[in-house]
């Protein structure tokens, strides 16, 4: 149960979202008030490697009761302000988001179901009129085709439509051949197009500051439908962008699908730990496969960042958290071949220092791969080639901005040397030595490389005054989370207790917060004011190897996480968000991000 009136007062809840996903490329997003408050919000978004497309905005639903209307979806626009959110009763997303109404006893139970097997979304209504007088049912489709963040205005939209007596047929795209089909087989359609001029929308970004988004929505028409007094009456709207035989879709069995899926996801999961059930089950919602380009695609956050460095590193990182610990190892795989493809395409477009962490971010991830599902050789061949020919690259020199250095074996990037990436580096080359001995090649050469690196890390970026690894090399010496790499990675890089504890102790003092890591001490250039959930488990990590995996020592570290947990669904349902700001404890920022998502999982495992 995510709000109920008898037990919550609504201002908590007001501006709480969830993600609801098919995996087939299609998704909710929206709050659990049913109001769109930002502008990435939307019914039916569809979703492709490239960006996010929403085609169905929302939905107007509203009675007319002895010649009163009531508007039950929120609104605002430019000249006034839609809707009765107090009508709002419940509201709970397990196993399909549900929200109930009650407008002076009429009860309205709308549901939105995702066919886990097509790109058909289900609102279904179930209206139970006890007021004495006949009840008038109207629900209005808001249509759209825009991105996540660019809204268009009436004067952009080139939209026709096509009508039948119980749907509409509303053409975005000529050009494309895109339609959007709206059907109902028990509501009358009345054509009469409109647009809804000045919807407006929230948008708080990266600094704290909120941002109001414009547009106008178009209507083509309203469903209608009458349900006399003392009666209950099941109305079910449609929205695809195939023309699907609506009389041929069963809305209960669609939600049954969808529950056994969901059963089926984390039934392994003590019922004791609901906060990582709520994680699992967006876990699953944050991806689905291109069946087209034959890749897997994660919805990592809103506004989309597919072309940018983060979602190749974040899609990495988030393989053991959302899929190995989960039990999804062949969705592990296909990821795992999707990035190979993807850092193998020299048309990327990735900086040096960007493309570097990738790779390296992908070996300990294969690593965790071969170490959970006891991957045989013939599964990781493939990944294997592809790892040792990129070590052998940087050792050889053959990459211009980034190569090991032939006086320490230190990796260079961009002419400078980082703890982060040496750390990932000392990691890759112990992983190889694994993997070249597990596929008997001889790997003397790499394990020398590698104890060369173990020295050369400790002795140059170890600042003995300060307890710090330096952020980069020729830099002046600050703390930064970075530094946490070295310990909390397969292989940890510092293998001396003492500096072990030191490095520690400053983490603690200097980057330690209940909701997350700084990126760098206060008042270093790194500092940016904000704190990061995800970096926690690294903190966290590197606590567990210090002490040691007991259940004492779990219990002791969880008092370093259990802040954050207890942010699970307070902005979005099932997840918490990238960042917050320092002094205010605000979060900020995108609605999911996966690679949260997938650490906090990860944390609960080191926990459990």
Request: hydrophobic fraction near 35%; proline fraction near 2%; charge should be neutral.
């Amino acid at each position: 149960m995510i709000y109920k009136r008898t037990n919550k007062t609504l201002t908590d809840d007001t501006r709480v979202e969830y993600v609801e996903s098919n995996n087939q490329g299609i998704y909710i997003n929206t709050s659990v008030t049913g109001a769109n408050f930002a502008p990435y919000h939307g019914l039916y978004i569809n979703q492709t490697p490239k960006q996010n497309d929403i085609y169905l905005s929302k939905m107007i639903e509203y009675l007319i009761i002895d010649h009163e209307r009531y508007d039950i979806m929120d609104i605002k626009t430019s000249e006034e302000n839609y809707g009765g959110v107090e009508y709002l009763e419940e509201f709970t997303n397990d196993p399909v988001p549900t929200y109930t109404y009650n407008v002076n006893g009429c009860r309205i139970v709308k549901k939105y179901k995702l066919d886990p097997n097509s790109k058909l979304l289900c609102i279904d209504y179930a209206v139970t009129n006890n007021t004495g007088k006949i009840v008038k049912f109207f629900a209005m489709p808001c249509v759209t085709k825009r991105s996540l963040v660019t809204l268009r205005r009436k004067s952009d939209m080139k939209f026709t439509s096509q009508y039948a007596p119980t749907a509409a047929k509303v053409a975005l795209s000529i050009s494309d051949g895109l339609n959007l089909y709206i059907k109902s087989p028990n509501m009358r359609y009345d054509k009469k197009e409109t647009y809804l001029s000045g919807v407006n929308s929230d948008y708080e970004d990266s600094f704290g500051n909120v941002k109001t988004y414009v547009e106008d929505l178009f209507i083509p028409g309203t469903f209608e439908a009458h349900v006399k007094n003392m009666n209950t009456s099941t109305f079910l709207v449609f929205v695809a962008t195939e023309d699907i035989n609506v009389q041929m879709c069963e809305s209960m069995n669609m939600e049954m699908d969808i529950k056994d899926r969901d059963d089926m996801r984390y039934h392994s999961i003590d019922e004791a730990y609901y906060e990582l059930k709520s994680l699992a089950k967006t876990a699953y919602a944050l991806q689905y496969i291109d069946k087209e380009k034959r890749q897997f695609v994660l919805l990592e956050s809103m506004p989309p960042i597919y072309d940018s460095k983060e979602y190749v590193k974040n899609m990495i990182v988030s393989i053991e958290g959302n899929y190995l610990l989960l039990g999804r190892y062949k969705e592990a795989h296909k990821i795992l071949e999707s990035m190979m493809i993807k850092l193998k395409d020299t048309t990327y477009k990735l900086e040096d220092i960007d493309r570097c962490e990738a790779i390296l971010l992908y070996i300990e991830a294969l690593n965790r791969y071969v170490a959970i599902t006891e991957a045989p050789n013939t599964e990781i061949k493939d990944f294997y080639s592809f790892i040792r020919d990129n070590i052998y690259e940087m050792l050889n020199r053959r990459l211009e901005n980034m190569y090991a250095d032939e006086k320490d074996n230190l990796l260079v990037v961009d002419g400078k040397k980082y703890i982060k990436l040496n750390a990932l580096w000392y990691n890759a080359l112990r992983i190889y030595v694994d993997l070249a001995d597990k596929f008997g090649e001889n790997s003397e050469y790499i394990y020398n490389v590698s104890e060369n690196v173990k020295y050369k890390i400790q002795e140059l970026f170890w600042d003995e005054e300060k307890a710090v690894l330096k952020y980069e090399l020729s830099e002046e010496s600050y703390a930064t989370v970075d530094m946490l790499f070295a310990l909390s990675l397969s292989y940890k890089v510092i293998h001396d207790g003492n500096v072990s504890m030191k490095l520690m102790d400053t983490a603690f003092k200097k980057l330690y917060t209940a909701l997350g890591m700084r990126l760098g001490e206060i008042n270093s250039k790194r500092y940016d004011g904000y704190v990061y959930p995800h970096l926690l488990v690294h903190f966290l990590k590197a606590n567990l190897r210090q002490m040691g995996v007991t259940r004492a020592s779990q219990k002791l570290a969880y008092n370093l996480v259990k802040d954050a947990f207890q942010e699970i669904g307070k902005n979005t349902v099932g997840t918490v968000k990238y960042k917050y700001n320092e002094k205010t404890k605000k979060a900020i920022g995108n609605t999911v991000s996966a690679m949260t998502n997938a650490e906090l999982i990860r944390a609960f495992d080191m926990l459990t």
